[in-house]
Antibody, heavy 117, light 110 residues
Framework: EVQLVESGGGLVQPGRSLKLSCLASGFTFSNYGMNWIRQAPGKGLEWVASISSSSSYIYYADTVKGRFTISRDNAKNTLYLQMTSLRSEDTALYYC??????????WGQGTLVTVSS | DIVLTQSPALAVSLGQRATISCRASQSVSTSSYNLMHWYQQKPGEQPKLLIYDASNLASGIPVRFSGSGSGTDFTLTINPVQADDIATYYCQQSRELPLTFGSGTKLEIK
């Protein structure tokens, strides 16, 4: 069974940093591209970042480019999102999702990030 | 960016057909694929893939869900609607970066 378990969320002050993790199991992690997608409270879905299976290709939404860094450790079956210079508008539930070809086939349950003083 | 437009809400009676539309600001189709996908999100849960490449049913999804469309106009159909289908439905395109989602259509029971 495919499982994606996010962690690392919490309350953080504006301008500070936070690192999210997503532990994958039930599939060969190193064979799949992975993504972070977020959802602000009561709002829709926003794609944040993508990373290919071998980390050769990395893409970001303009809203986070230069502040967030996506990475992965295939030996640890773990996806990361390093977030710096956090803003109130980054407050959201952050999901990791496995990418199958061109779609998001599996999603984790999400980890909540709240940016507030 | 490709903007995907969905109606905010749709009310349907149990046992009837629900048709949810998604219109893209530019074509999301290639010569080989229609790069539009549909997700269901129930309250308090993560999104779940329903349909990929416009018309392909994801694994484990009931056959009363179906998708159609090409170019800029796409449709998700649920027939017949069941009480368990109460959720918000999102379309998503992967034709070009940034990957974008529609704003979601909330399915309500009439």
């Amino acid at each position: 069974e495919v499982q994606l378990v996010e962690s690392g969320g919490g309350l953080v002050q504006p301008g500070r940093s936070l690192k999210l993790s997503c532990l994958a199991s039930g599939f060969t992690f190193s064979n799949y591209g992975m993504n972070w997608i977020r959802q602000a409270p009561g709002k829709g879905l926003e794609w944040v970042a993508s990373i290919s299976s071998s980390s050769s290709y990395i893409y970001y939404a303009d809203t986070v480019k230069g502040r967030f860094t996506i990475s992965r450790d295939n030996a640890k079956n773990t996806l990361y999102l390093q977030m710096t210079s956090l803003r109130s508008e980054d407050t959201a539930l952050y999901y990791c999702a496995r990418q199958d070809y061109y779609w998001f086939a599996y999603w984790g349950q999400g980890t909540l990030v709240t940016v507030s003083s | 960016d490709i903007v995907l437009t969905q109606s905010p809400a749709l009310a349907v009676s149990l046992g009837q057909r629900a048709t949810i539309s998604c219109r893209a600001s530019q074509s999301v189709s290639t010569s080989s694929y229609n790069l539009m996908h549909w997700y269901q999100q129930k309250p308090g849960e993560q999104p779940k893939l329903l349909i990929y490449d416009a018309s392909n049913l994801a694994s484990g999804i009931p056959v009363r869900f179906s998708g159609s469309g090409s170019g800029t106009d796409f449709t998700l159909t649920i027939n017949p609607v069941q009480a368990d289908d109460i959720a918000t439905y999102y379309c998503q395109q992967s034709r070009e970066l940034p990957l974008t989602f529609g704003s979601g259509t909330k399915l309500e029971i009439k």
